[in-house]
């Protein structure tokens, strides 16, 4: 009965990771310019800020006033000339207009082509989640392979538990595949 209870906390915790590993890449999606305004965009720019790299999110407040344009207002004006060169060598793409106090952002239309290498990013950024499950997955296998080495855990036991796994491993794939699938709808939707 032990060993059941200890099972099914080991089970929580691959659970646990993996839906962790799935946040990180729904939040790594979030990062890809679609042709509309969003702050999330800005969520990776890290800015100089007196020798030291800082979020921009801790720096200004970030809003979109509309569709196509975010603006950034900085809660000291001195750092503008910081967060505007910090956006202008991110790979965004955008180019910042500052008027001395507010720096905006005008999100263009994308092009077809800059569609298909965006959903090529996406694609790569589901490969690098997928990988990560998979890891998770070779960690708990490899650690039940060896209770069942130390005579902890029949073979028939070790056997249920390793499929047990890699069904919790499949059911997390499949909502990288969705999540993949959503985002690549909205960079190809015009």
Do not use: H
């Amino acid at each position: 009965m032990e060993l059941l209870w200890e099972v099914s906390v080991k089970l929580a915790d691959i659970k646990s990771q993996m839906q962790k590993t799935i946040e990180a890449t729904q939040r790594s999606f979030n990062t890809l310019r679609t042709g509309r305004a969003s702050t999330s965009l800005l969520d990776r720019i890290v800015v100089e800020y007196y020798g030291t790299e800082t979020p921009l999110k801790s720096l200004a407040n970030i809003s979109t006033p509309d569709a196509t344009t975010i603006a950034i207002q900085a809660f000291d004006r001195s750092c503008l000339g910081a967060i505007e060169r910090a956006i202008f060598q991110s790979d965004l793409g955008l180019t910042p207009n500052n008027d001395g106090s507010v720096v905006r952002l005008n999100i263009p239309s994308l092009t077809s082509e800059r569609r298909q290498e965006l959903v090529k990013v996406a694609g790569k950024l589901a490969e690098e989640g997928r990988v990560a499950l998979r890891n998770i997955r070779r960690e708990s296998i490899d650690e039940i392979r060896k209770q069942e080495k130390n005579s902890d855990i029949s073979e028939d036991e070790s056997r249920d538990l390793q499929e047990e796994v890699q069904k919790v491993t499949n059911q997390y794939t499949s909502k990288i595949d969705e999540l993949l699938a959503a985002k690549e709808k909205e960079i190809t939707s015009i």
